[in-house]
């Protein structure tokens, strides 16, 4: 079992900064792939930045160049630094941990945090 729990989100002005945290538990999650995906009202989840257990990332075209996903192993918790913030940016982010298994996938969800990006 993996218990993710995110912080860090809040009321920022385009242009702004924000770092999201996911502070995980559980045994095995380094070897998790993890990621932060996103829901806007109205709109379906997308996935925003994934990082795999070997470093490798992903990012959506829309947050290239502007958000960055880390993870510090010690402290076992997984980052999201949003720079240059927009106003689409607004919306509730998860923390997703993902594990491919020989016939199934599992994935554990955070709770959310609000993001919201004043214009």
């Known amino acids: 079992q993996v218990q993710l729990v995110e912080s860090g989100g809040g009321l920022v002005q385009a242009g702004g900064s924000l770092r999201l945290s996911c502070a995980t538990s559980?045994?095995?999650?380094?070897?998790?792939?993890m990621g932060w995906y996103r829901q806007a009202p109205g709109a379906q989840r997308e996935l925003v930045t994934e990082?795999?257990?070997?470093?490798?990332?992903n990012y959506a075209d829309s947050v290239k160049g502007r958000f960055t996903i880390s993870r510090d192993n010690g402290l076992n918790t997984v980052y999201l630094q949003m720079n240059s913030l927009k106003p689409e940016d607004t919306a509730v982010y998860y923390c997703?941990?993902?594990?491919?298994?020989?016939?199934?996938?599992?994935?554990?969800w955070g709770q959310g945090t609000q993001v919201t990006v004043s214009s």
């Open positions: 990082l795999t257990s070997v470093g490798t990332t």
């Open positions: 997703n941990a993902r594990l491919r298994l020989k016939f199934t996938t599992v994935n554990y």
């Open positions: 559980g045994r095995g999650v380094s070897s998790y792939t």
